[in-house]
């Protein structure tokens, strides 16, 4: 069992700065893919950011490049997401997952993804 929680969900201004940080428990976090999805009203879920198992590798949605940063530290078993310039395109429910299987590359699919925080909400005023 695997147990995600999020934070650091909140208002905001356009242009203004949010960091969510995941917090993981239940088994070994360092061996596994971290992904960030949001979902807004009426939307499906979408991809935003993921990291490989070691942190060596990112990938980012293109609309967030450049103004997100994924990050995580395996020693306290957390994954990071700097959000910059928000836009107000960006309010959403921010979802933290991990990854099915091990040391495996970041994965941009919500299929990939066995285990989902509650989310946390995010909302960027104009």
């Known amino acids: 069992q695997v147990q995600l929680v999020e934070s650091g969900g909140g208002l905001v201004q356009a242009g203004g700065s949010l960091r969510l940080s995941c917090a993981a428990s239940g088994r070994t976090f360092a061996n596994y893919a971290m992904g960030w999805f949001r979902q807004a009203p009426g939307k499906m879920r979408e991809f935003v950011a993921a990291i490989s198992w070691n942190g060596g590798r990112t990938d980012y949605e293109g609309s967030v490049k450049g103004r997100f940063i994924i990050s995580r530290d395996n020693t306290k078993n957390t994954v990071s997401l700097q959000m910059n310039s928000l836009k107000p395109e960006d309010t959403a429910v921010y979802y933290c997952?991990?990854?099915?299987?091990?040391?495996?590359?970041?994965?941009?699919?919500?299929?990939?993804?066995?285990?989902w925080g509650q989310g946390t909400q995010v909302t960027v005023s104009s």
């Open positions: 997952a991990a990854d099915r299987v091990t040391k495996s590359a970041p994965r941009i699919s919500t299929d990939a993804y066995g285990y």
